[in-house]
């Protein structure tokens, strides 16, 4: 049998001329998702960081149901370890869209004696979990949107689109539910949810071409700016009321950027001098490191951080 | 070999859009492996993805740099050296972005298997030419082709086991282009690998100077793009998903493109009531589209008042899909408990959900043969055809013309969990088109 004649490829440039690009299909895929979730599912709810992930999450909500108001409210799980432009710009975006925001504060979980406290200057990444599935629970949310994406870690590049949590808020990984063609299926029994993950097949480079074509607003820190940082294992902390200098540390002042935003206590910064959105491109695209490589103390504590965390609700 | 000769690919260099690859074959014959290769051996593994995996393979024992470890992210999967789900990864050749799904090849999770799969344009085979084809390498070539996969490149792995013997290549060859031919793939390609020692995976090996054709990464680049949503619809498909409302605005259907193409003044009717209607305008929120193309997310306006909402699909009038109240179908089974006749389900098809009955099976195929012998039931991970009730109509296609509009999943009424996957038949119906 022949392999791929002349005539395939003729056929193939010619279907070419007309084909959308690939940004166009990441973002007709992410708004139908979008779509199927807010049709399927009864109360869902879409988790906002602050971050470029949920930042382009909105400008796809955006697209899905303008002229409408969105069918979910905006959550955003606080850990109190925050960078002060990340909540301005969180207040700033859902002031424009007009939509609803629920705060559910990790300081409250830890002053209800749901979670301990790890203790000053220690990371509350993983005990957001606590926090989030407590509002899950008391806002009877069955559906979590949000902007997490199958690159960014070995464990995530194996979940589902729609990926199904037990009463108890757990990922079970070996018991996946087969998820076949665009047939999202998201129906859940009470006190069961489901988290949805519309930017699963996009890469980092992929939000950083769409929010170049979108024009989407940002958090100033992820361009190059002076602060005092502190390095640590290899990771550049930003040096703020949290995170002082250890025995043997010493404070530098650095031009940096984040290349992720999260709990101010684990997420690092780089080295970088990219001040606009094409310079940052072409940082990432000539990187040798991962975006969570590169940023993220808590996933380099042990081989399966992310999947332990998952397990136990994590995003 | 020197590795690293590939230039890095520019991220602008995807105007050809997304490549979606499953990868197939038997458990152990190296696919994970091979996609780990291919992943480092084109740059597209970062350093510190590399030392972490060289830590975990340290760990486990291995003597050198484990690459099946690159997909296998799963605790389990590492210290059972077995693939359990699909790993979804994401590369780039000079033309294209790939989505590549790693899939497992134990028979346990032919489920997962079939989730990789049915949204491929592309299947890479691996077959170990110290073993031949096995079970698993002939179930898993007939489910990609059973749902849709045309063209398949065929990794023939291991070749410096057998000291690159080019007849253990030709064997191998032999018997997959069979294969391939009796389940229906289009197009083929068989090329002598080693995804230990990165053998004509990106780099050309010195040890098959028999062997003219292109590496795997090479053949993935050059590979014919499958427009599979277009389907073989010619008439526009557009399942309601959600209807768009505005202040002052009147109601736009949103929903993806699912067949043909869809424009304004398109005469159109709405399944199944029946209603026609003509389409006033296609547009996305960024604005008005002159033709819209699958799988694009658009919403349109009616000419006329009609009664349409989600579950109700806008099709061609000139070419409609068949409005069905049962369904002959072949169903993938993925279920612990069989699926016997008189047993209930739910049914989701495009955006519609209904109550379904199984009302009879025609019976379970032999992978070897791709015959129907009778069967009582459909044990996990069965193929076979049955014939359901529903508790409605569906508008559908057959699944061979249109995958998103001739497929459909079945589920559990009180656990939601998907039991199976079906594929609408219409070859049991006489389809008179010529008055059209």
Redesign the interface.
Known sequence: ????TVE??T??DN??T?????L??????A??VL??V??ECERPVLLFSGGKDSAVLLRLA???????RLPFPILHVDTGHNFPEVLDFRDRRVAELGEDLVVAHVQSSIDQGRVTDPGPGASRNRIQSVTLLDAIEAHGFDACIGGAR??E???R??E?VLSFRNAFGQWD??N????????Y?G???AGEHLRAFPL??W?E?DVW?YVKREQIDLPSIYFSHRRPIIERSGMLLAASEWTSPLEGERVEEADVRFRTVGDATCTGAVRSLARDVDEV?AEV??????ER??TRADDRFS??SM?DRKREGYF | MTAYAIP?V??SA?????LRIATIGSVDDGKSTLIGRLLHDSRQL????VS?LA??SR?RGAAALDLSFA?D????E?DQGIT???????ASTPR??L?IADCPGHVQYT??M??GA??ADLAVSVVDVTAGLRDQTRRHCCVAAL?GVR?MIVAANKMDLVGWDRDAYEAVAAEM?AL??RTGMD???VIPVSALNGDNVVERSESSPWYE?PTLFEAID????V?WANGGSEGSRLPV??V????G?GRAY???VSGGTIGSGDEVVILPSGLRSTVSSVS???GPLGRA?P???VSVTLADDVDAG?GDMIASSASPPEVLGTLDATICW?SAEPIRPGNRYRV??T?RVLPARVEGLEGRMDLESLQLSAAAELRENDIGRARLVLGGQIAADAYRSN??TG???L?DEV????LG?GLVELDGRTVDRSGL
């Open positions: 049998m022949a392999a791929y395939d490829k056929r193939l279907e070419r007309h084909a959308p690009g690939h166009d299909l990441l973002e007709a895929h708004v139908f779509r199927e807010a049709a955006e697209k899905a149901f303008r002229p409408g199958r690159d870690d070995k464990a590049a194996k589902r990984p070996r996946q539910r087969p998820e076949l063609w665009y047939l299926q129906r859940v029994r699963s097949d890469t480079l071409g491109i695209a000539a990187s040798r490191v991962s490589g590169a081989e399966s999947e | 890095v520019e991220p995807t105007e050809g859009g997304i970062l350093d510190d993805q972490a830590t975990a760990r997909t992210g799963l605790r389990d590492r359990i789900d699909v790993a979804y990864r994401y294209r972005k989505v489920r997962n079939a989730t049915s949204s749902l063209s282009r391939a031919a197009a083929v390609m054709g050059a590979a014919p793009a427009a998903q959600w768009l409302r505005g202040p605005k949103a929903g993806m996305t929120h960024d193309h799988p694009l997310s989600r993925f989701k098809h955006t995958r998103l497929s459909f999943v589920v656990t939601n969990a998907t996957a």
